[in-house]
């Protein structure tokens, strides 16, 4: 193995089949199998089982397990390649060391299979089911159900390792094929409400069968698709053609920007129109989500705060708006509505509640933030843990019950209206025109203060606070502006969920939203807002919010293992989120970008010419 | 009073360790001064009590006639006194050009508001930050210039990342520049332009300098006068011709010789 990385690439020679790590064959193999009889007796096999990927025979309960060998395979048979050093030559050893680790894979899942058929263990792993059983053995039999995993696991692990072997354009193709498949099964309930609003029924009825999942014509017509789509592709990655991207140069990228925001404007102005219910509903609280992300990016992106009781701003905007609207709170008598641009009554009241809920989140923003501001790191996000905490407690207190109502919060909080259009929160479509809008603005907000004095400001603080001091920056001023500016957006976005839900309960500001929020941000792309956009879309456009079904619906109880697991992938893969501000990426890929410049022999560190 | 800077009496301990112990020093406007001493000798905690970092236990710091002791550093900065550190710190991710930009902080005003209405006076402003920082940094020749603006700082080399954060000083329009070890690490060449480059900070830019370093040439060539600490007192100062040969700071650097030692 050793000698491999050191031999001359002019050397083509395949290496021999028992040149295979077996050791790591070995404990890939076992990894997979415990991966495998984990995600069977945490329940998500049966769970997942109910929603069909493709009729009549891949649901996404065996979808769960399939891709455990496939995965296993592949990184088996992979070598870490040295920084600098040559790739070793592909060959038959990687197809062995797939096939070996997918065959121990499935060897380690039929004991456990036959484990739990033998031992009845339902007291304590509540889980494993006989219907698991059904699943597992394909209601064949123990013996012919363990032959099936094992040969099944076998040839899912070499398709692992041939993955390894065969050509960057074939896998291309197949990846491209298999995701594309993926997500068009996935997004069943949304296809199919668009092709409503299209009136174009007749796709979809072929599309997908009538007890959910695509028909495996359809499946197989979209992977021939997605396959020549991925063939065709060009072979840079994501982020190659994002650097290509930002290095036009700046009047190209801005009018092609200004294409995109476009399209991305007419889209969200159309979109929502064309669609039904549950797609609205699924936008909204996109669009929610987004709001809150963009306020959270300028405290913890920009300005490098890690601020854990986010949430407590979202809580008061909601109060704010649900007291000063709703007739059941008894202390704000003037009950007003969230009426933009009246028609009948008082032109401006809907603005008065805006106006307020800015100021008071403003307000909470500083009371939160002065003392706070002066600790550094750890302790910063500790102590806003505390106050986010302390501020749902508050709200749940029965000493302030009088004003909030404790644990049963405010209710009957009116429709908003803009102009004789009312926005109902029972109407998913116009809760998301209304998100939109401040979405919009918080977009803007971030943008502009991206590149000005107060975001440079952010900037040095974020990359030396006792520099970014000696530059004459009064650092607790500048700290505090970030933590008021995500202050207020998370206000408006409660104000919307306010009128989105028509209640407010302190059960609905819990720490888990914070932490949902904070997630959003790190794996969309700390400091950048389209990442903001991407990770609302993907966990909770996908897998649900923290109360709010996803597209997935199923994951629901797992929706929390997911986040987690995601988040730990995302921190070792790609710590710089999906969609990475050019700053952050910079920062977290800057020795590579020094070390791939020092192999390439381009000058990514500038040596000292001899100019002078 | 001439004096743009005086000190009387500075004091400043860490527990046991007296890192300055009545520390008098002064320096007339125009003027270079070296600030010389063995490793230890208090040198930058003289420069971070200065620069508001620590706030001394007793005596007086007096700039253009106000006391600045015990004022955040961000202040002291809005006054005029800019710094470098030691151990090169920039602003890594951000581009050259950012750097000296950011420095401008407190010779500008325009707050979120303004950012965010996109109003005429922050426009212009921002101009202007971007028009200044260009021009310090053309100051360097051309070290920091054309495409090296849109870089991102940690790609510069030493030398350049040492060049930056002097132009990064300068962005904060000071009368008083304080460096720290510009040289260190610094081959030949890199060190006579840098000693080039501290004496056109005062005639170029009329800046005063106060300088903390170890390479005697340049200590030498550069230097008005020089003051050397030990153990948080001063023990010598004037020429460097003077300086050098005082047995005070040769024992300083070399210790006592063997036939004093053993009296």
């Not at chain 1, 123990?142 to 899912?156: D, K, M, N, S």
């Not at chain 2, 300098?209 to 550069?222: A, G, K, L, S």
């Not at chain 2, 230097?223 to 047995?247: C, F, M, Q, W």
């Amino acid at each position: 193995m050793m000698t491999d990385s050191a031999a001359p690439p002019s050397k083509p020679d395949v290496r021999p089949m028992t040149d295979v790590d077996w050791e790591k064959v070995l404990r890939s193999g076992a990894l997979a199998g415990l991966m495998l009889s984990f995600i069977a007796a945490i329940g998500m096999v049966t769970v997942l089982d109910e929603r069909t990927m493709i009729d009549p025979w891949l649901s996404l309960g065996y979808l769960a397990l399939v891709w455990v060998p496939v995965f296993f395979g592949f990184t088996a048979a992979s070598e870490p390649t040295p920084d600098g050093g040559i790739s070793p030559v592909k060959g038959e050893r990687d197809l062995l060391s797939g096939l070996v680790t997918g065959a121990l894979a499935g060897l380690c899942f039929s004991f456990f299979i036959v484990l739990i058929d033998t031992y009845d263990m339902t007291d304590i792993f509540s889980n494993l089911l006989p219907r698991l059983v059904d699943l597992l053995t394909f209601d064949r039999g123990i013996g012919v159900a363990a032959a099936i995993w094992i040969v099944g696991c076998a040839l899912l692990g070499l398709c692992g390792g041939a993955a390894q072997v065969v050509s960057a354009r074939v896998k291309r193709m197949l990846s491209w094929a298999f995701v594309g498949v993926a997500i068009v099964a996935m997004l069943e309930a949304v296809i199919i409400d668009l092709s409503q609003g299209l009136r174009v029924e007749f796709v979809t009825d072929f599309m997908y069968a009538k007890n959910g999942g695509l028909t495996t014509g359809a499946a197989i017509i979209l992977g021939a698709i997605f396959g020549a789509a991925g063939f065709q592709s060009s072979d840079k990655t994501f982020d190659q053609r994002r650097q290509e991207r930002m290095s036009q140069p700046k009047e190209v990228l801005l009018r092609k920007n200004m294409v995109a925001a476009g399209v991305a404007i007419l889209a969200v102005i159309f979109v929502p129109m064309v669609v039904g219910g549950l797609t609205n509903e699924l936008l909204a609280n996109v669009g929610l989500f987004v709001l809150l992300g963009l306020g959270l990016n300028i405290v913890v992106g920009s300005a490098g705060l890690l601020d854990l009781g986010y949430v407590a701003f979202f809580a008061v905007g909601a109060y704010t708006t649900a007291i000063l609207t709703s007739p059941l709170s008894p202390y704000w008598v003037p009950e007003l509505t969230l009426d933009f641009f009246s028609w009948e009554d008082w032109f401006w009241k809907g603005w008065v509640i805006v106006a307020v809920v800015l100021v008071m989140a403003a307000i909470s923003g500083i009371l939160v933030g002065t003392p706070v501001i002066r600790l550094r790191g750890d302790y910063l996000a500790i102590v806003t843990l505390g106050f986010g905490e302390i501020v749902r407690i508050l709200f749940l207190s029965d000493w302030l019950s009088p004003y909030f109502g404790g644990a049963q919060g405010v209710t009957n909080i009116p429709s908003a209206a803009i102009g004789p259009v009312e926005i109902q929160g029972t109407s998913s479509q116009s809760i998301f025109y209304l998100t939109a809008v401040f979405v919009v603005i918080a977009i803007y907000v971030a943008w502009r203060l991206q590149s000005s004095r107060t975001g440079r400001a952010w900037s040095a603080l974020r990359e030396d606070e006792d520099v970014a001091e000696a530059m004459g920056i009064n650092t607790t001023a500048v700290k505090l502006t970030a933590f008021v500016t995500g202050a207020v957006l998370a206000g408006f976005a409660g104000m919307i969920f306010a009128v989105k839900v028509g209640s407010v309960f302190p059960i609905s500001f819990k720490l888990l939203v914070s932490i949902i929020i904070l997630v959003i941000v790190i794996v969309g792309g700390m400091g950048s807002i389209a990442g903001v956009i991407v990770g609302a879309v993907v966990l909770i456009g996908v897998l649900g919010g923290p109360t709010q079904p996803g597209l997935l619906q199923e994951f629901g109880q797992f929706k929390l293992l997911i986040y987690g697991a995601l988040l730990v992938i995302m921190m070792l893969k790609r710590p710089e989120g999906l969609w990475p501000s050019v700053r952050r990426q910079r920062e977290l890929r800057h020795e590579e970008l020094n070390q791939d410049a020092w192999l390439t022999g381009t000058p990514g560190t500038d040596e000292e010419e001899d100019d002078a | 009073m001439s004096h743009i800077l005086q000190i009387d009496q500075l004091r400043k301990g860490f527990g046991g360790v007296q890192a300055l112990d009545g520390v008098d020093f002064h320096i007339d406007k125009g003027e270079i001064v070296s600030v010389i001493g063995p490793n230890g000798a208090g040198k930058t905690s003289f420069f971070n009590t200065i620069t508001g970092y620590f706030s001394p236990d007793s005596g007086s710091i007096v700039f253009n006639g106000l006391n600045i002791g015990g004022h955040e550093p961000h202040e002291i900065t809005g006054l005029g006194i800019a710094r470098t550190f030691q151990n090169v710190r920039l602003f890594p991710n951000m581009t050259v050009l950012e750097n000296v930009m950011v420095a401008q902080h407190s010779r500008t005003s325009t707050g979120i508001f303004g950012t965010l209405l996109n109003t005429r006076g922050f426009r212009k402003e921002e101009a202007e930050i971007e028009e200044r920082a260009k021009e310090i940094l053309s100051f360097f020749g051309q070290r920091l210039k054309g495409y090296r603006w849109d870089q991102p700082a940690f790609v510069l080399s030493y030398a350049n990342r040492r060049r930056l954060e002097i132009a990064r000083a300068m962005g904060t329009q000071p009368e008083l520049l304080l460096l720290d070890e510009p040289t260190a690490g610094m081959n030949p060449r890199e060190t006579a332009e840098m000693t080039e480059l501290i004496d056109r900070l005062r005639t170029e830019r009329g800046i005063t300098v106060v300088v903390i370093e170890h390479e005697m040439r340049v200590v030498r060539e550069v230097s008005d006068r020089v003051v050397v600490l030990d153990h948080g007192v001063k023990i010598a100062e004037g020429t460097y011709e003077t300086v050098s040969t005082n047995p005070d700071v040769i024992e300083a650097y070399l210790g006592r010789p063997a036939e004093a030692g053993s009296a």
